[in-house]
Nanobody, 119 residues
C-alpha cells in the first residue's frame, strides 16, 4: 500500500511564507506526476501545481511567481514553497501522486494539511 503524508501547514500572516512537504511511502515501483491541490470551504478542489518525473512544472495562474513546486526523487518527496501568501490562499492543501507499485500506475491522495492566511 502507498501512503502520502503532508506536513508544513499552519497559520501565517498575509505576505508570509510556508513550505509544505509530502512524502510517499510504501511499496513503490515508480512515481510519475506529483501535484498539489487545494480546497477552500464551500469550493471544489483545484489544482495548484504539478511536477513531472523530469522536473517539468506547471502552475495555476494565480500561483505563478509566488509558489514553487519541487521534488526529491531519492526521498519520494514533493515540496510546495509558498511565498507572498494572501488570505485567499487559505485552504486545505492536498498532495496527489500517480504512482505505480508493480506495473499499473494509480492515483493516491494525502490526508490534507490546513493552511490559514490571516492577520
Amino acid at each position: 500500500q502507498v501512503q502520502l503524508v503532508e506536513s508544513g501547514g499552519g497559520l501565517v500572516q498575509p505576505g508570509g511564507s510556508l513550505r509544505l512537504s509530502c512524502a510517499a511511502s510504501g511499496s513503490i515501483f515508480r512515481i510519475y506526476v506529483m501535484d498539489w491541490y487545494r480546497q477552500a470551504p464551500g469550493s471544489e478542489r483545484k489544482l495548484v501545481a504539478t511536477i513531472t518525473t523530469d522536473g517539468t512544472t506547471n502552475y495555476a495562474d494565480s500561483m505563478k511567481g509566488r509558489f514553487t513546486i519541487t521534488r526529491d526523487n531519492a526521498k519520494n518527496t514533493v515540496y510546495l514553497q509558498m511565498n507572498s501568501l494572501k488570505p485567499e490562499d487559505t485552504a486545505v492543501y492536498y498532495c496527489h501522486g500517480v504512482i505505480a507499485q508493480k506495473d499499473l500506475p494509480r492515483n493516491y491522495w494525502g490526508q490534507g494539511t490546513q493552511v490559514t492566511v490571516s492577520s
